[in-house]
């Protein structure tokens, strides 16, 4: 979670709210009288549940957050509290908004205004409905007060969404107990595994398997013993399921040519094609790593810039004669490539081990969560199932691809990671699903076409360098 904004939010509250909670008799729910269930709905979870796009949080995507839609849908909008940021939201990067389309490119915008001030709701005098920390961890659920207790020690969304001293100095699951809730919608871990990911499939930054299952027994136990809330959870989609992760996939091909069999990333064009040399003859980039499965999105800017072309010493080393190397070379420049000869770093690619590693990960974390949700007597939203046939095969009208591949149909954000309007309207879609067929009501679901268009309008696939440092930081 680097280089997010240090601050604290300093509000001038005497709530006296101090942080101990009583703890009511185990839950027992009216099940004469189902619609009591939605009396008193809080949201608790990371990014996903705070409606977090374009690697920014903002009032003009956030009534698109998953837990708002469906407070909209049972009539519960008006009460429904979420932190609101004012434009252009607070992005992950210091001093920076969230991840804007404009003129085919994808910006950053500065913002003009101190972050403090753009928290526009900060006096509300108790927690909010929608608890949802960007950045959060299981972990930090449990223990973090603000960002300096988070397992970050920079997560300033902590400061924003929490709003600590004010409430006794309490964590995001005390918060939830404290608004006394009758359903919570609960969704977390994805963030245990999805460092990995980010940063070029660094096991190390995986959640031990015991730790997931302790911490989220304890989490569950709490919720279970000190509210008499009905909870319906998500389980943990595949991180490299993203475009993010998965966007470059496409100029993936074998080359027969110099004996390579499996498909690599080969030399493109700006409109993402692979360019065929002649008979078929791609150039595989160079990559720091072997048995690459993915680059990504920051590879695409480092592209931009020459790296990972090979230049004439590189494919002669690839086998090439010199004179055939040299005028690929120069007719790679004619093109407006910049042949540097430096390959990609590791921490730019996911090697198929490390995509393996991390999808066992989440396999781990997934059979956890089905063995405490039947423990618990919860109704768990299969998330993982959603978004991989989203992945795979496209979902509900929407595509799994990149923004700048696919505007008019994406379920992505510009970020290449966090849903955008229509991919939050299918997760609502889910939740609410889950919630008929648990407490027997007819919640409409939402009409996800409505949703879409919006990044209509042309696009390029340049990015600018602010918008790749922003898109890296959004952990």
């Keep these: 979670m680097r280089k997010l904004i240090l601050f604290w939010i300093v509000l001038g509250l005497s709530l006296g709210i101090g942080c101990s909670i009583d703890t009511p008799e185990q839950p027992k729910l009216n099940m004469e009288q189902n619609q009591l269930v939605l009396s008193k709905m809080v949201a608790i979870g990371n990014s996903l549940t705070a409606g977090f796009q374009s690697s920014g949080l903002c009032e003009c995507m956030q009534p698109q957050s998953y837990p708002y839609l469906i407070a909209r849908q049972i009539g519960k909008a008006a009460e429904f509290e979420q932190p609101l940021i004012d ?109 990995a990911a980010l940063n070029g499939g660094n096991a190390a930054l995986i959640t031990p398997q015991a730790d997931f299952q302790a ?35 496409i100029i993936f091909r074998p080359v027969p040519a110099l004996g390579i069999t499996k498909p690599v990333p080969v030399v493109f064009d700006a409109q993402f094609k692979p360019v065929d040399f002649g008979g078929g003859m791609y150039l595989p980039l160079l ?56 390959p990609f770093p590791g921490t730019m690619s996911l090697t198929a081990t490390e995509n393996n590693t991390i999808k066992l990960a989440v396999d781990g974390f997934n059979t956890t969560l089905r063995t405490l949700t039947a423990q618990f007597q919860i109704p768990l939203v299969d998330a993982n199932a959603m978004f991989s046939t989203l992945y795979t095969a496209g979902l509900d009208g929407y595509s799994g691809r990149f923004a700048l591949l696919d505007p008019a149909n994406t379920a992505f954000s510009l970020d290449g990671v966090h849903p955008n309007d229509g991919g939050y309207a299918m997760v609502a879609n889910a939740f609410i699903e889950k919630i008929n067929a648990t407490f027997q009501l007819t919640i409409p679901k939402l009409n996800t076409a409505e949703f879409k268009g919006q990044y209509s309008g042309s696009v390029s696939t340049k990015l600018t360098m602010d918008a790749v440092e922003q898109v890296k930081a959004i952990f």
């Design 215 to 249: 911490q989220f027994t304890t989490l569950l136990t709490e919720l279970r013993q000190k509210t008499k809330a009905a909870i319906i959870m998500g389980n943990i989609p595949y991180v490299t399921d993203i475009p993010y992760i998965n966007m470059m996939d």
């Design 87 to 195: 434009q252009p939201g607070i992005g992950s990067t210091a001093g920076k908004g969230h991840l804007e389309l404009v003129n085919g490119k994808i910006i950053a915008p500065d913002l003009t205004v101190p972050p403090t001030a753009m928290l526009l709701n900060a006096l509300l005098a108790r927690p909010y409905d929608n608890l949802g920390v960007p950045g959060a961890m299981l972990r930090d659920m449990l223990n973090a007060t603000d960002a300096t207790t988070s397992m970050a020690k920079t997560n300033a969304y902590f400061n924003i969404v929490l709003r600590n001293p004010n409430f006794g100095n309490t964590t995001q699951l005390q918060q939830a107990i404290i608004l006394n809730p009758t359903l919570v919608l609960l969704w977390i871990g994805d963030n245990d595994v999805l460092g």
């Design 287 to 342: 990559t720091a790593e072997t048995e690459v499965a993915h680059l990504t999105l920051p590879a695409l800017s480092a592209y931009q810039t020459g790296m990972g072309i090979p230049n004439t010493a590189a494919l002669v080393q690839m086998g090439l004669p010199a004179v055939q190397a040299q005028a690929l070379e120069q007719g790679m420049k004619a093109a407006g490539l910049n042949p540097t000869g430096q």
